[in-house]
């Protein structure tokens, strides 16, 4: 999994890690940074803690080497590859005169660029598994000026996520490679959220990444020919498994609707 260290990608592991899974991390975050809690580190202590095995590898996934190194290493630490998640991810929610051009360029590399990156240094390994899956963690396409207007170099580059793992699903279908994109119905209680997207008011209204971990895990345990090419809704994939109180996740009555996903 590119990412990791805090956030959704955090639970995603901890959740596959409850279920004994094998975790490898990719991020860059290797020492704490005061801005941010976490750390690679840190979130493969986590997963450990959960009843996983972690491996933790600082790197960069926009650096092809970095990319390779990761997935050198998880082979050789657990034998093989299964699953491909398509974590990390830069959010600048800018207008288009408000957004730097270093920043623009950044959420492009790692969403595009680390996406394509890490999911191609994986599909040799992912083609001897008998259950493989990509997941990444981006929107369905929503064409709605509603949405496109809103920051259209962000939307770029999920959307980019997006469409290369739909372009995956038919490349590899053959293979019996599922690929598939998730993305969560509400605001998630993230640092992100806390720091860009409305401060303590949305938190309080926002779900916890619980609800995309166990949305993830649901996913990635699905045969793969059978579920592949689809853009998912964290509390779709739930209540298809039979959730109907999603209380636990927090938000109340008054959950923040999301980006891209029509009411």
């Known amino acids: 999994m590119s990412g990791g260290s805090r956030g959704i990608g955090l639970a995603i592991g901890v959740a596959a890690g409850r279920l004994g899974a094998n975790v490898a991390l990719l991020a860059k975050t290797g020492t704490p940074d005061p801005r941010l809690p976490g750390t690679v580190h840190t ?3 986590e997963i450990e803690a959960a009843g996983g095995q972690a491996l933790a590898v600082v790197g960069d996934v926009r650096d092809e080497a970095d990319v390779q190194r990761a997935v050198d290493a998880t082979v050789a630490r657990f034998g093989g590859i299964d699953f491909c998640v398509n974590n990390a991810s830069a959010l600048a929610p800018l207008k288009t005169e408000e957004l730097p051009v270093k920043r623009f360029d950044l ?3 790692i969403q595009l660029r680390g996406t394509f990156l890490l999911t191609r240094a994986a599909l040799p390994h992912l083609r001897r598994s008998p259950h493989a899956h990509i997941l990444s963690l981006s929107p369905p396409v929503n064409l709605d000026p509603r949405w496109m207007g809103l920051h259209p170099a962000y939307t770029l580059a999920k959307y980019g996520m997006t469409l290369l793992t739909l372009g ?7 293979a019996g490679i599922g690929a598939n ?3 969560p119905r509400t605001l ?3 640092a992100a959220v806390q720091n860009l997207l409305g401060g ?3 938190m309080q209204r926002a779900r916890s990444p619980d609800i995309m971990a166990d949305a993830a895990v649901a996913l990635l345990q699905r045969p ?3 579920c592949t090419g689809q853009t998912f809704i964290d509390e779709d994939v739930l209540r298809a498994g039979g959730v109907t109180d999603f209380s636990r996740y927090g938000g109340g009555p008054d959950v923040v609707l999301d980006l891209y996903v029509d009411p």
């Open 188 to 190: 998630i209680a993230t």
């Open 107 to 109: 959420m492009q590399q």
């Open 181 to 183: 994109t998730l993305w």
């Open 43 to 45: 979130a493969a202590a």
């Open 224 to 226: 793969p020919r059978e």
């Open 168 to 174: 995956w699903a038919a490349e590899f279908a053959d």
């Open 200 to 202: 303590d008011a949305s």
